[in-house]
């Protein structure tokens, strides 16, 4: 086996000191924390739930917390700390999915963009601009009132109004990142523009992407909520944390329990995701931090070129 190169050590020390940052900082061992707890008891919810959540006390409305129902229930009777957990099931899967959706098509239109000459980026750096243009939250109830408010529907519909950040920073980054030797080197060998992009170029443009796709989560589950509030949410008796928001109102005056529990959840996760998202852009760029640490190992450019490429170049 061949020993490792120096830039393969230099990229290794770098995304591990990265690593390391990242967990030196308590905010986001504290966001991590809480958004792993969340993420346990949503995906262990049938386990670790009292009742179900579509179960009905009707001899126990509008209860308090309680021993046999933690914190209370709501208008129909159901327990609302086994609808929290099985709600965040759905909250988390919206949350984490539309952005997949978003990271896809903003890297695809990003380096498409960057990389196929002027004509293909002003045409789609326009198309974006007319994406962007449109308001988020009317685009989002155009599409759910067309479409209807599946958990497909919901994931597509907020995945395509959170891509154009994403394509506008790779597009930025990759036309930044052409006139650098190793992108120059590859290219004077033959290289196509696919393996450029794949090899040289995505590598340099994921921190960047995952910081943004680290905000985009909290920014899309507050958009189901949203949804949720104006009766365009997860149907009932889907428990998603908007659709908790939105029964927890009529009733906010005679069991605020409900809609500070419900309020709650949804506000832990996204200043967790902040947190987490916060730390990211500090741990991937040092230079972020306004001079408060050195990186361990300063950022290689790229992943080693092939050997052909080194011997060319």
Do not use: K
């Amino acid at each position: 086996m061949a020993s490792p190169t120096t830039l393969e050590l230099a990229a290794g020390g770098w995304w591990g000191g990265a690593a390391r940052r990242l967990l030196r900082n308590r905010a986001a061992l504290l966001g991590m924390a809480i958004v792993g707890l969340i993420a346990l008891l949503a995906l262990f919810a049938p386990w670790v739930d009292h009742h179900s959540p579509t179960d009905q006390h009707l001899e126990s409305t509008l209860e308090g917390p309680s021993g046999q129902f933690w914190l209370g229930t709501d208008q129909l009777g159901r327990d609302q700390y086994s609808r929290l957990v099985h709600g965040a099931r759905v909250s988390l899967t919206i949350g984490v999915l539309t952005q997949g959706v978003a990271v896809v098509l903003g890297v695809a239109v990003g380096l498409t963009a960057g990389l196929g000459g002027r004509r293909t980026d002003a045409l789609l750096m326009r198309l974006t601009d007319v994406a962007y243009s449109f308001p988020d939250l009317l685009l989002l109830v155009l599409l759910v009132s067309i479409f209807g408010a599946s958990m497909s529907m919901l994931v597509l519909a907020i995945g395509l109004v959170s891509w154009t950040t994403i394509a506008r920073l790779v597009r930025g980054q990759v036309l930044s990142l052409q006139e650098e030797e190793f992108v120059l080197a590859a290219r004077a060998t033959g290289a196509s523009e696919v393996r450029i992009a794949l090899r040289h170029l995505l590598p340099n443009v994921a921190g960047p992407v995952i910081v943004t796709a680290a905000f985009g989560v909290p920014a899309a589950i507050f958009a189901e909520a949203a949804l949720a509030f104006i009766g365009l949410g997860m149907p009932p008796p889907a428990p998603s944390w908007g659709r908790l928001v939105t029964d927890s109102f009529g009733a906010m005056f005679v069991a605020p329990h409900l809609a500070i529990t419900s309020c709650l959840a949804i506000a832990l996760t996204m200043l967790s995701f902040t947190f987490i998202g916060d730390a990211l852009r500090d741990a991937l760029d040092p230079r972020s931090q306004g001079g408060r640490g050195v990186p361990d190992v300063a950022p290689a450019p790229a992943p080693p070129l092939a050997a052909e490429e080194r011997r060319a170049a």
